[in-house]
């Protein structure tokens, strides 16, 4: 019992980091269609970018992480729109396509990396506020998870704020639901899908950053969270907040409560077979989008 309570605060920070790395990807896959192969080196951008500014820059540890936060967000949503207005944009509706073309740009943005940063992993240290823990009945909450936790918290509910309250929110929404209908109604869905990329792209830049809080950074770093990330989405359901939220911590738990006794692979296996057992079961994933048909 006490193994498993050990064990809660590290699933939960790992859900977290799932969390953060399936949330742009939720809505450019489930409303655009887009199977964005690219969204881990967006990550690993985040990354590096977190590394640039103690690196490069020679902001102190103290406050780099702060700093990077809405530099990352900018220049990883800078990055997708980029990408989304370039070449995406004209591979809409062809989804096979998309991933062979995304897949590619994630290689070349991997072998930029190394030519700019070097093949070997850079460290980026944590700032002295995050580090230790405290002890809350019985079980370790080291700081820097904890400040992962709340980050992706607060991009959750920025999220649902944007989504429910703001009027480019719920035009996004409205295009999630119907893109036909939406663009019938005389809402731009081009410039809905822009703004949607750069969004989805800028979340894997704050990814990235929180990151650097739990391992080195490298040029595939992203590429380890990009299947988890889309198992994240496909078992939330396509567009669903709520879903990714859940999905996210659940396969967190899921595997930190395993690999103890199973190993990583193993753990990894595990988690498989219970999302196909899951799929099985639900192939629509936890929540569906509910649309009003003719038919």
């Known amino acids: 019992m006490n193994q498993l309570l050990a064990q809660l605060p590290v ?3 790992i859900g977290a980091v799932l969390l953060l790395a399936a949330l742009g990807l939720n809505f450019t896959f489930g409303q655009m269609g887009v199977i964005n192969m690219a969204h881990g080196e967006f990550i690993m951008v985040g990354a590096y970018t977190a590394f640039v500014m103690q690196a490069w820059v020679g902001l102190p540890a103290s406050y780099s992480l702060l700093v990077a936060l809405p530099v990352a967000f900018l220049v990883t949503g800078l990055l997708g729109l980029a990408l ?5 944009r004209r591979f809409y509706g062809r ?5 062979l073309l995304t897949f590619g740009i994630g290689l070349v943005l991997q072998q930029l990396a190394r030519d700019v940063f070097g093949a070997p992993n850079v460290s980026v240290p944590a700032p002295a506020w995050l580090a230790g823990g405290a002890t809350v009945a019985g079980m370790q909450l080291p700081h820097a998870r904890m400040f992962i936790l709340a980050l992706a918290a607060v991009c959750v509910a920025a999220i649902a704020y944007y989504l429910n309250r703001s009027r480019s929110g719920r035009r996004m929404r409205a295009v999630i639901h119907n893109r036909d209908l939406a663009a019938v109604s005389g809402i731009a869905t081009r ?5 949607t990329f750069f969004l989805g792209s800028g979340l894997a830049g704050i990814a990235g950053v929180a990151l650097t ?3 080195p950074t490298g040029p595939t770093t992203g590429t380890n969270y990009i299947v988890d990330a889309f198992l994240v989405v496909v078992v939330g359901g396509l567009g669903q907040l709520r879903g990714t939220v859940l999905a996210a911590l659940a396969l967190g738990l899921l595997n930190a409560l395993v690999e103890p006794w199973s190993g990583a692979s193993l753990a990894k296996v595990i988690v498989f077979a219970a999302i196909i057992v899951f799929l099985q079961l639900r192939p629509q994933g936890m929540f569906t989008v ?5 038919t």
Do not use: F, K
């Open 213 to 215: 809080l739990i391992g």
């Open 290 to 294: 509910r649309t009003r048909a003719l």
């Open 84 to 88: 989304e207005a370039g070449l995406i």
């Open 11 to 13: 699933g939960l920070s």
């Open 95 to 99: 989804p096979l396509d998309t991933l």
């Open 191 to 195: 410039r809905v899908d822009a703004t």
